[in-house]
């Protein structure tokens, strides 16, 4: 098969480029079409890839404000055609999945998220600091974009989403059934650490950005009494600082060659607001901690309460609270908080993504409908 992979754009790194990472080891002779590739913000060996980015790429400050250019993204991905491959691998969660292909060939979407700014706008609004006009002129623009992107949806051969609350949104915005693949996590640098002593501290990892509602955290953590470490940069921290006291300590952006030991250490982590799937609480888990999560999105799947951590039910100080003042991390056995960390693993992943494009394009070649075959669970 000849597989080109799709990736809405490169200019930061998360999540979504940890599965592209895993995505081009396995189908390393794949090119990457993407509309954007900033080269200094990204890891230096993504140059060696066959990156064939879009005309957006050659705007003018669009390496420095990508932003400002929202209208253009899906007029750009909508005039792409992907030729002469046989299956077409998008990593979406912004307008990729809209390109166009021959009817010889197979779009198989990996879904981090339907849009969140075009289906979301009312949750994505409550954290930016827009003016009332901004997001008063913003609404007919995303009533547009949903038309576009259901459309775009359609266009889709299959769907894969990245948890079971991701599928969710994928059947009630698009209309499409989905298969849950979790996302890659390299869990053996983290299990590695599992042994080190545990410290006076509670952790997040995350990016310093509103929805991921660290504020929650501080707050409950300040009542609470407790010592709170914070790993990570963005644009609100300033704002969290202004709510912390001396028990948060602001750790900045940590090392990924750091972050095990500081995982292992934690008494555990907190996960204070949704998210779509979440790679730090099984990274945590990897390192034998147990994880405090909102109870939605991601941890609903990768964190079991009273084996893995706990789920807090509402997204305010109290609810975290109340969790968290009766949380004993003595009360988890490690080696069973590993064990569920092990089904997440890159190989995981990977072995369940290559069977899925095979069994997908065999059935397509085949002209017979499609049901996939898990080889790890064996259904």
């Known amino acids: 098969m000849k597989i080109a992979l799709v990736?809405?754009?490169?200019?930061?790194?998360?999540?979504?480029?940890?599965?592209?990472?895993?995505?081009?080891?396995q189908y390393p002779a794949s090119p990457v079409y993407t509309s954007i590739f900033d080269k200094r913000r990204m890891p230096a060996h993504y140059q060696a890839w066959d990156i064939r980015t879009l005309w957006t790429d050659r705007l003018p400050a669009m390496?420095?404000?990508?932003?400002?250019?929202?209208p253009l993204y899906p007029l750009a991905w909508n005039?792409?055609?992907?030729d002469r491959f046989d299956v077409i691998l998008s990593n979406k969660?912004?307008?990729?999945?809209?390109?166009?292909?021959?009817?010889?060939?197979?779009?198989?979407?990996?879904?981090?998220?339907?849009?969140?700014?075009?289906?979301?706008?009312?949750?994505?609004?409550?954290?930016e600091a827009l003016?009332?006009?901004a997001k008063w002129l913003l609404r007919p623009l995303m009533s547009v974009l949903k038309r576009w992107d259901y459309a775009a949806a359609q266009r889709v051969s299959h769907f894969i989403a990245i948890s079971s609350a991701v599928q969710e949104r994928i059947s009630r915005f698009y209309g499409r059934t989905s298969t849950v693949i979790f996302p890659p996590v390299e869990t053996a640098r983290f299990e590695a650490m599992a042994s080190e002593a545990v410290e006076d501290y509670f952790l997040i990892?995350?990016?310093?950005?509103?929805?991921k509602r660290i504020d929650l955290a501080i707050q409950a953590a300040g009542a609470l009494g407790l010592k709170l470490k914070i790993?990570?940069?963005?644009?609100?921290?300033?704002?969290?600082?202004?709510?912390?006291?001396?028990?948060?300590?602001?750790?900045?952006?940590?090392?990924?060659?750091?972050?095990?030991?500081?995982?292992?250490?934690?008494?555990?982590?907190?996960?204070?607001?949704?998210?779509?799937?979440?790679?730090?609480?099984?990274?945590?888990?990897a390192a034998g901690r147990p994880v405090i999560a909102f109870g939605g999105g991601g941890a609903l799947d990768t964190v079991i309460p009273g084996v893995t951590g706990e789920h807090f039910s509402d997204l305010t100080v109290d609810s975290l609270k109340e969790v968290w003042r009766n949380f004993d991390e003595r009360a988890y056995n490690s080696q069973e908080i590993r064990a569920h960390a092990s089904r997440f693993d890159t190989s995981v992943f990977l072995g369940r993504i290559n069977a899925f494009v095979v069994q997908?394009?065999?059935?397509?070649?085949?002209?017979?409908?499609?049901?996939?075959?898990?080889?790890?669970?064996g259904e």
């Open 7 to 25: 990736h809405d754009w490169l200019n930061q790194v998360g999540g979504a480029e940890d599965v592209l990472d895993a995505l081009v080891r």
């Open 63 to 70: 390496h420095r404000r990508h932003q400002a250019y929202l």
């Open 79 to 82: 005039n792409l055609k992907v």
């Open 93 to 127: 969660s912004g307008f990729c999945h809209g390109l166009r292909f021959s009817p010889e060939s197979l779009h198989i979407c990996y879904c981090l998220t339907p849009t969140r700014y075009v289906w979301q706008l009312d949750n994505y609004l409550e954290g």
């Open 131 to 133: 003016s009332a006009s």
């Open 205 to 211: 990892v995350s990016r310093l950005i509103p929805y």
């Open 231 to 285: 790993a990570g940069a963005g644009r609100d921290r300033e704002r969290l600082r202004a709510l912390a006291g001396h028990n948060v300590e602001f750790l900045g952006f940590v090392p990924e060659a750091e972050l095990p030991s500081l995982m292992a250490r934690s008494k555990a982590l907190i996960l204070p607001g949704l998210e779509d799937f979440g790679i730090t609480p099984v990274q945590a888990q």
């Open 360 to 377: 997908a394009w065999d059935a397509h070649t085949a002209g017979q409908k499609f049901q996939y075959r898990d080889p790890v669970d």
